[in-house]
C-alpha cells in the first residue's frame, strides 16, 4: 500500500510510484509550505520528441508534475466533502474541505488549487460499475501503489506503472446521485424530521422552513403519509428522520424512533432502497461498511453534516474495484484537477492522486505571499548523472536547452545549487547550450557562464511581457518583478554575455499602444539586450479559461474584442499580428532592436511564430521560429 511505502528502507517502487528513486520528502522554515521531493534520477539528459525546436536535447534538475495528473477529471466527477456529502469537481472551491488520506485513512484537507484544461479523455470502469473519465497522465491508488491511467514515461524516469485490466482500485467505489429534491422528497423530509422529533440544528430548521414555505409546520398539518410511497418520498423521509433522530457517531449510521408508525415507515423506506440495515434494541443501522454507508447519505441527502461518518476510518480495499476495461474516448474533453494539502483525494469512491502544482505556477521566484509550488522534485543527483551522460561515446555534443519547460533558476536553485555543477558538466565536455528564465538566481552564476563562454557557445534568454508592476502581479503572480528582470539582463550584457528578450505575451488593448511597446523597447535597449523577440498573447486550452476569467473580472469592456480576436483557437487573428507587426517596426528601428544579427524583421510576430531572439540561442545553432506550445516558460 502507499502509505507503508512512504518509510525509510521501502522498495524504491514501492515509495512513490511515478517517482521512483525518491530519496526523501523534506520541508524547510527557507521555504513556508513547500515540500521538496528529492530524487536519484536515472537520466537528465532528455531527448526532445517531434521537430520544430533549434535543439534536440534538454536538460531539467527540476521539475513539477506538469506531467504526472495535470488536469485530470471531468468536471462531473463527484468529490467527496469533509461533510460527508459530494460535488462535481468542477464547482469546487479554493479553501474548501474535503477528504484526502493520511497513513491509509481518510483526513480532512484543504483545496489549495483548482484549476482546468483540455486533453484526450479516457473512459476507466471498474468491476462494480464504477466509470471515472480522466486524462492519460492521472493517476489512481491500487493495492499496488500509484497508477496511471495509460502507459508512459515521467520526464526522464523509467516506464510508469500504469492501469491494465484487473488492477484493484482502493476505495468505496461509485458514490450515489443525490436527490433532486423535487415535490416527493419536500413531503418525505417534512414528514420525517417533524414526526421523528425535529432538532435545534440550524440547517435542518432551514431546510423545513424552506421545504414548508416559509414556518415549521405541526404534525397536524403535514400531508398524509402515502399509502405506497415512492423512492423519491422515501428518500426524503431517511433524509429528515436522519436529521431528527439520527446519529453518526464512531462511524455508524443509526435512526431512532418512539413512534411505531415512523420506525415501521423507516424500515420500509430502507428496503424500497435496498439499503442493507439491521434492526436493533437501539434502533435501525445501515450495515454494508463505509461504501453503504456513504451510498445511504448520499441517496437521501440530510442536511446535517456526517463527516464523522468517514473520519479515520480506514480506506478499504476490495476485489469489487478490479478494472474491467480503459478506452479512449477519441476527443479532447475539458478535465479539472485540484491540489490539497494531503495530496490526494476522493473521486467517485476512489483514491485519486493531484498534481502537485499548476503548470502556470512552476516558478519559486516568489514574493513572500505569493502562490508557492507546494511541491517541487529535485534530482539532486543531476549533476554527477549528467557528467556520465556527456561521457558517452554517443554523444554528439548536440545543443541542450534548460528553461523551456521548467525553470532551472526558480529559487530552490539558491537551495541545492544544482546549475553551477551542469555548466560545468557542459563547458567541461564541449557541448553548447542555452538557458531560458524568468529568475533572478541566474545572477548568482555570472561568472561560471562567462568562463564556460570562452569554450562552448552560449544563449542566454530573458521572457518579459511588460513594464506595469500592477499589472504584472495579477497577470504573472509570483514572478519577479519587471525592473528586477531587466537588472538581470544588464548584468548579462556587463559581463560580456549574450541575452535576448522575450517580449511576451503582448495584450491587444492592455500593453500594445504606442507608448507602452516604445517604453519596454527602450528599456530592454537600455539594459543591452542582444535581441527582441515579441509575441502576441497565446491562448492554449487552460491559460485561456483562466485569462477569460481574469478578463471579465477586471475589463469585462474588453471581453468582446477578445472573443473576436480568437475566436478562431489559440492564436490571435492573423489581423492583428499584422497590425501589431506594422506597428512595431519603427520602434523597433527607432531603439536599435531592428537588425540586429543582420536580419530585417527580429521579433516581429508573422502568420506562424516569431523566431528566437538574437543571443537566447548558441550561436553555433541557426535561427528557428517559436513554436509556443511546446515552451511552458511562455
Known amino acids: 500500500m502507499r502509505w507503508d511505502g512512504q518509510k525509510d528502507g521501502a522498495d524504491r517502487q514501492q515509495a512513490l510510484p511515478g517517482l521512483p528513486g525518491l530519496v526523501r520528502s523534506v520541508r524547510t522554515p527557507d521555504f513556508a509550505d513547500v515540500v521538496f521531493h528529492e530524487v536519484n534520477a536515472k537520466s537528465v539528459l532528455n531527448k526532445v520528441p517531434g521537430g520544430g525546436l533549434p535543439f534536440g536535447w534538454t536538460v531539467n534538475p527540476y521539475r513539477g508534475c506538469t506531467h504526472g495528473c495535470t488536469y485530470c477529471l471531468t468536471g462531473d466527477t463527484p468529490v467527496l466533502l469533509a461533510n460527508g456529502r459530494t460535488k462535481p469537481i468542477a464547482d469546487l472551491a479554493v479553501g474548501e474541505e474535503v477528504f484526502g488520506t493520511s497513513q491509509g485513512r481518510f483526513a480532512v484537507t484543504r483545496v489549495q488549487a483548482h484549476w482546468k484544461t483540455s486533453k484526450p479523455a479516457y473512459r476507466v470502469t471498474l468491476s462494480d460499475g464504477t466509470q471515472v473519465v480522466a486524462g492519460g497522465d492521472h493517476r489512481f491508488l491500487t493495492d499496488e501503489g500509484w497508477k496511471h491511467v495509460t502507459p508512459g514515461r515521467c520526464d526522464d524516469f523509467e516506464e510508469r506503472p500504469f492501469l491494465v485490466k484487473g488492477s484493484r482500485l482502493v476505495g468505496t467505489g461509485r458514490f450515489a446521485t443525490p436527490p433532486a429534491q423535487g415535490g416527493e422528497y419536500r413531503v418525505g423530509y417534512l414528514w420525517g424530521a417533524v414526526r421523528g422529533g425535529l432538532p435545534s440544528d440550524p440547517d435542518v430548521l432551514r431546510r423545513v ?6 414556518g415549521v409546520p405541526r404534525e397536524s398539518e403535514l400531508v398524509d403519509r402515502p399509502v405506497e410511497p415512492g423512492e423519491e418520498w422515501s428518500k426524503g423521509f431517511l433524509a429528515g428522520l436522519f436529521d431528527g433522530r439520527g446519529s453518526s457517531s464512531g462511524g455508524e449510521l443509526v435512526m431512532s424512533s418512539s413512534d411505531s408508525a415512523v420506525f415501521e415507515a423507516a424500515v420500509l423506506a430502507l428496503m424500497r432502497l435496498r439499503v442493507p440495515h439491521v434492526v436493533e434494541v437501539r434502533g435501525v443501522r445501515i450495515t454494508g461498511g463505509l461504501a453503504e454507508r456513504l451510498r445511504f447519505l448520499h441517496l437521501v441527502g440530510p442536511a446535517v453534516s456526517c463527516g464523522n461518518a468517514v473520519e479515520g476510518v480506514a480506506v478499504p480495499a476490495t476485489p469489487d474495484l478490479a478494472v474491467v476495461s480503459v478506452e479512449s474516448l477519441g476527443v479532447t474533453r475539458t478535465l479539472y484537477d485540484i491540489t490539497t494539502g494531503t495530496g490526494d483525494f476522493v473521486a467517485n469512491g476512489l483514491v485519486s492522486h493531484n498534481c502537485f502544482a499548476r503548470n502556470t505556477h512552476t516558478y519559486l521566484d516568489l514574493d513572500a505571499g505569493h502562490d508557492f509550488d507546494t511541491q517541487v522534485v529535485v534530482k539532486v543527483n543531476a549533476v554527477e548523472v549528467l557528467e556520465g551522460q556527456l561521457r558517452s561515446k554517443r554523444w554528439r555534443r548536440e545543443h541542450v536547452a534548460m528553461g523551456t519547460n521548467t525553470d532551472p533558476y526558480q529559487r530552490a536553485e539558491g537551495r541545492y545549487a544544482l546549475m553551477p555543477g551542469i555548466i560545468r558538466a557542459l563547458a567541461d565536455s564541449g557541448t553548447p547550450f542555452s538557458i531560458l528564465t524568468k529568475g533572478t538566481v541566474l545572477s548568482r552564476d555570472i561568472p561560471l557562464l562567462a568562463r564556460a563562454a570562452t569554450s562552448v557557445s552560449v544563449g ?19 514572478t519577479p518583478s519587471p525592473q528586477a ?14 541575452c535576448g528578450v522575450f517580449v511576451a505575451p503582448v495584450l491587444p488593448r492592455l500593453t500594445d499602444s504606442v507608448e507602452q511597446l516604445d517604453e519596454l523597447l527602450a528599456s530592454i535597449a537600455e539594459a543591452g539586450a542582444t535581441g527582441v523577440t515579441v509575441l502576441p498573447l497565446h491562448l492554449r486550452p487552460g491559460a485561456r479559461e483562466w485569462f ?5 473580472r477586471e475589463r469585462p469592456d474588453l471581453v468582446d474584442v477578445y472573443r473576436r480576436l480568437y475566436a478562431r483557437g489559440s492564436y490571435v487573428d492573423v489581423r492583428y499580428r499584422r497590425w501589431l507587426a506594422e506597428r512595431l517596426q519603427p520602434l523597433l528601428r527607432r531603439h536599435g532592436l531592428d537588425a540586429r544579427g543582420g536580419r530585417d524583421a527580429v521579433g516581429v510576430p508573422g502568420d506562424d511564430e516569431g523566431v528566437w531572439p538574437e543571443g537566447s540561442l548558441p550561436a553555433s545553432t541557426p535561427t528557428a521560429p517559436v513554436v509556443q506550445e511546446q515552451l511552458t516558460l511562455l
Open 460 to 478: 542566454i534568454g530573458v521572457s518579459l511581457a511588460l513594464l506595469d508592476r500592477e499589472l504584472q502581479s495579477g497577470l504573472e503572480p509570483g
Open 485 to 498: 528582470r531587466l537588472e538581470l539582463v544588464r548584468r548579462v550584457r556587463d559581463a560580456g554575455l549574450p
Open 548 to 552: 477569460a476569467r481574469w478578463l471579465a
Open 209 to 214: 422552513r424552506e421545504f414548508a414555505g416559509g
